[in-house]
């Protein structure tokens, strides 16, 4: 769902018997909100959750000049060296990232 919450720039429209309806929440709006924010402070960051789900493929690969890159056959050293990150850098930054969507989304549910 991030992946294609990243790709759609914050829009998902589910199809069902009647057309689309629109996001079923709005929790994929505020994912992207908060990866956006990330994109602020810290593209490397954005850009090493964009590869982890596939999200938003096309403008990492562009920006980065990425090539010959596959995202269903690469794992997480593959993604690391696309990005020309070590592994364990690829690993804390991913990391930092999950921790980040996870504060912001627990934060606006206090509210």
Do not use: H
Not at 26 to 39: C, K, L, T
Not at 50 to 78: F, H, M, N
């Amino acid at each position: 769902m991030l992946a294609q919450l990243i790709d759609k720039k914050g829009e998902i429209f589910f199809d069902g018997p009647s057309g689309s309806s629109g996001p079923a929440d709005g929790i994929e709006q505020r994912i992207e909100a908060v990866v956006m924010e990330m994109a602020a402070k810290s593209l490397e960051q954005a850009d090493v959750l964009r590869l982890e789900y596939a999200a938003g493929l096309p403008q990492v690969c562009e920006r980065r000049k990425i090539q010959d890159y596959d995202p269903s056959t690469a794992s997480q050293l593959d993604r690391a060296r696309a990005l020309g990150l070590s592994w364990r850098t690829y690993k804390r930054r991913l990391a930092a990232a999950r921790e980040m969507i996870i504060e912001r989304l627990s934060a606006n549910a206090k509210r």
